[in-house]
Nanobody, 123 residues
Framework: QVQLVESGGGLVQAGGSLRLSCAAS????????MGWFRQAPGKEREFVAA????????YYADSVKGRFTISRDNANMTMYLEMSSLKPEDTAVYYC????????????????WGQGTQVTVSS
């Protein structure tokens, strides 16, 4: 089992920045890919970014490319999402996810999920 805990959400003005963290524990040596998803009220959960744990290869949704940066700290088993130039449409609950294999941009590709952290961007 893998446990994931997100932190770092909050309220920020449009154009501002925020950094989310996701701490992994448990059988972390089995993790192949970790990702960030978000879910706005009334909408489906959508892919934001993903990173392979060993190689550090990164993948982004078009909507956040150039504004968000995903990274990881292998020693501390923590993944980050640096968000800049935030827009009101970035408002959502952000979830981190992990899986044992493959690089997935869909919800069904991930086995483990955190509880989510709220990000609110005011205009």
């Amino acid at each position: 089992q893998v446990q994931l805990v997100e932190s770092g959400g909050g309220l920020v003005q449009a154009g501002g920045s925020l950094r989310l963290s996701c701490a992994a524990s448990g059988r972390t040596f089995t993790i192949y890919t970790m990702g960030w998803f978000r879910q706005a009220p009334g909408k489906e959960r959508e892919f934001v970014a993903a990173i392979t744990w060993r190689g550090g290869n990164t993948y982004y949704a078009d909507s956040v490319k150039g504004r968000f940066t995903i990274s990881r700290d292998n020693a501390n088993m923590t993944m980050y999402l640096e968000m800049s130039s935030l827009k009101p449409e970035d408002t959502a609950v952000y979830y981190c996810a992990a899986d044992h294999s493959g690089v997935w941009t869909v919800v069904t590709g991930y086995e483990y999920w955190g509880q989510g952290t709220q990000v609110t961007v005011s205009s």
